[in-house]
């Protein structure tokens, strides 16, 4: 019979414990997300013409993933605080609405997939934020994870 792996923010009494990382070696990582926003053509219309009326929710966006990459350990519990040295956000336009990309990037004893996640999550946020006042029906979907480098459990890649 197959074991299951042991989940590693629970300690042998079932308590909720912080992984300790000291004794891992410190590796260039990195970590690729994905996500998207849909909306109706009024919203994407408005934002294409930049008649958003708070500001250009796009370039909002991108700056709100990148803060939010830097501040995921105060934000997830668990989550190592990491010197961040790269993170990029990229709003794509597709027919309904926008993709978003966070690759984030470290050099430390963790890696940065919550970092990646999370800025994908607020830079779709912060698009909906800006928009609702023109399309409360807007959907958030998608995010997960699509790549990471680095560490001992080696690459993964979605594809």
Known sequence: MARKPALSHVDAHGRVTMVDVADKPVTAREAVARG????????????????????DPLQAARLAGI???????????????????????????????????ARVRTTAQTGVEMEALTAVAVAALTIYDMVKAVDKAMVIGDVRLELKTGGKSGPYSRK
């Open 67 to 101: 803060m939010a990459a830097k501040q995921t350990a105060f934000l997830i519990p668990l989550c190592h605080p990491l010197p961040i040295s790269s993170v990029r956000v990229d709003v794509v336009p597709t027919a309904r609405g926008y993709d978003i990309e």
């Open 36 to 55: 998207s926003i849909s909306m109706s053509r009024t919203a994407m219309r408005q934002i294409r013409r930049g008649e958003v009326k708070k500001g």
